[in-house]
């Protein structure tokens, strides 16, 4: 479904150029990510997080017009690319770190951050790593869009609080997605991130409360898209479906 440049500013606070420079864009070519697809930016949480990152960054100290140069935002859906190629399994992982090894090849400007994605992603696990990655290893496949930031040239402190925002964005939208779809999952013996948070219902709990925390942290740099994040968590809830998990702790 379409995602306006209206719903990005309004609901989620994100730049209005930010938005605009999204919302407009171009579906790029020969990209499995957006294979098939029409539009850049949908209601898809795939899709939607794209300017909420930008957007993030932006608002953490990168400026706006280095985040939205083509040979940034190229990258960014190059490496998106080669995880859609891993993920429907035309490539191993290694391989697509590989790629990613490749496209930033000769422009690292963050050695450590480098460094430390090229551990974290030695481990097949997942494991948490530095400050790379949460406790469950379905969360943390996404998190080769990091290598995207070892091209910045800015200080630590704001790559650490960069890798922190993306942790508190990424990860809480699929969260939020495994906790309402726990059971059904469950029954289609689908993997489920919830469990590596507990078991049953004090999973749900720990979810939900790693959830809010994030949500805290987003509030520091966006307000309305911490607000929003957390008003829905409130009104899942409030669910019976919800209810009733929480009641199994």
Request: aromatic share 10%.
């Amino acid at each position: 479904m379409f995602t306006s440049k209206h719903t990005l500013v309004e609901r989620f606070g994100v730049d209005k150029d930010i938005a605009a420079f999204f919302v407009d864009r171009k579906v790029p070519d020969q990209n499995d990510y957006w294979k098939g697809r029409l539009l850049y930016v949908s209601s898809g949480t795939g899709y939607l997080f794209i300017p909420l990152w930008f957007d993030l960054q932006c608002r953490i100290g990168i400026a706006k017009d280095l985040l939205l140069n083509e040979d940034y935002v190229q990258l960014t859906e190059a490496i998106l690319g080669s995880a859609a190629k891993h993920e429907m399994n035309k490539i191993s992982l290694q391989e697509h770190v590989e790629n990613c090894k490749a496209l930033v090849n000769g422009k690292i400007k963050q050695q450590e951050l480098y460094n430390d994605l090229l551990t974290f992603f030695s481990d097949p696990l997942l494991k948490p790593y530095k400050n790379i990655g949460t406790v469950s290893s379905a969360l943390n496949r996404g998190d080769s869009l990091l290598f995207s930031l070892c091209v910045l040239d800015t200080d630590a402190e704001t790559i650490t609080k960069l890798v922190r925002g993306w942790q508190a964005l990424v990860p809480s939208f699929l969260l939020m997605d495994d906790v309402m779809d726990l059971e059904e999952d469950k029954k289609n013996g689908e993997e489920n991130s919830i469990a590596d948070f507990g078991v049953g219902g004090e999973g749900v709990i720990n979810a939900l409360d790693y959830l809010a925390e994030n949500f805290e942290f987003l509030k520091q740099y966006n307000l309305k898209l911490g607000n929003t994040f957390a008003k829905a968590l409130i009104a899942k809830k409030q669910t019976p479906y919800l209810a009733s998990l929480i009641s199994n702790s």
